[in-house]
C-alpha cells in the first residue's frame, strides 16, 4: 500500500512538474529590436576596419575588424510568467592576436534601453564592462572628458566609461572613430593616428 501511495505522489508531482516547463508554457512572444542609426556611434568599424595601436609603450599591433555579427539572444521571463523576449543583438570584434582583441556589444534589452558593453583579452586576461545606456554614445559631449591627448593626437568629445572595475582601470572611445585608449592593470592600448 505504501508503495502505490509514493508512486501516485510520484506521478502526481511530475504532472504538475511538466504542465510548468517552458515547452508547453502559453505566454506572449516580444520581439526586440535595435536602432541601427545608431551603430556609427557605438560601432563605428565596418567589416574591413584596421586600426594601429601601441601595447604597452613599445609594440604596434594591427587590430583588424572580425565583420559585424547580428544575432537573437533570447530571454525567458523570470517573473512567474511564461514571456519570451528576441533581443536582437549586434558585434564586432577587432583583434590583433588570438589573445588581443577587444569586442564591442549593442544589444536590446527587454525594458526597450539598449545596452552596450566592452570584453578586451588581453594575453591571458579577461575584461568586462558593465552594461552602459547607449545613449551614453550619443551624448558623449556631456561626459567626464572632453578632450585627450593620446600618443601626441588631440581628441575633442571623447567619452571615458565611468565606473570600470579595477582591473580595468580606463577606456575611451569617440563615437565614429571607436576605441582611442584601453588601460587595464597589466596593459594599455593607444590608438596610433
Do not use: H
Not at 516547463?21 to 529590436?33: A, E, H, L, M, R
Not at 599591433?61 to 528576441?86: A, M, R
Not at 551614453?136 to 565611468?162: G, Q
Not at 579595477?166 to 584601453?182: H, R, S
Amino acid at each position: 500500500m505504501k508503495t502505490k501511495t509514493k508512486l501516485l505522489a510520484l506521478f502526481t508531482a511530475l504532472i504538475l512538474f511538466s504542465n510548468c516547463s517552458k515547452d508547453k508554457c502559453q505566454g506572449s512572444i516580444y520581439n526586440k529590436y535595435l536602432d541601427k542609426s545608431y551603430l556609427p556611434d557605438i560601432i563605428p568599424y565596418s567589416d574591413t576596419s584596421t586600426a594601429f595601436f601601441l601595447k604597452n609603450g613599445r609594440d604596434t599591433l594591427l587590430f583588424t575588424s572580425q565583420g559585424l555579427k547580428e544575432e537573437t539572444v533570447k530571454y525567458y521571463s523570470s517573473e512567474g510568467t511564461c514571456d519570451t523576449y528576441n533581443l536582437q543583438k549586434f558585434s564586432l570584434t577587432m583583434a590583433a592576436s588570438d589573445t588581443d582583441y577587444f569586442q564591442i556589444n549593442y544589444c536590446a534589452d527587454r525594458q526597450l534601453v539598449p545596452l552596450v558593453n566592452f570584453i578586451v583579452l588581453s594575453g591571458e586576461n579577461y575584461y568586462e564592462t558593465r552594461e552602459f545606456s547607449y545613449s551614453a554614445f550619443r551624448n558623449y559631449i556631456k561626459s567626464s572628458i572632453v578632450k585627450v591627448t593620446i600618443l601626441n593626437n588631440v581628441y575633442d568629445s571623447v567619452f571615458s566609461l565611468p565606473q570600470l572595475e579595477e582591473d580595468f582601470q580606463e577606456l575611451i572611445v569617440k563615437p565614429k572613430i571607436g576605441v582611442l585608449k584601453i588601460k587595464t592593470l597589466r596593459t594599455t592600448y593607444e590608438l596610433i593616428k
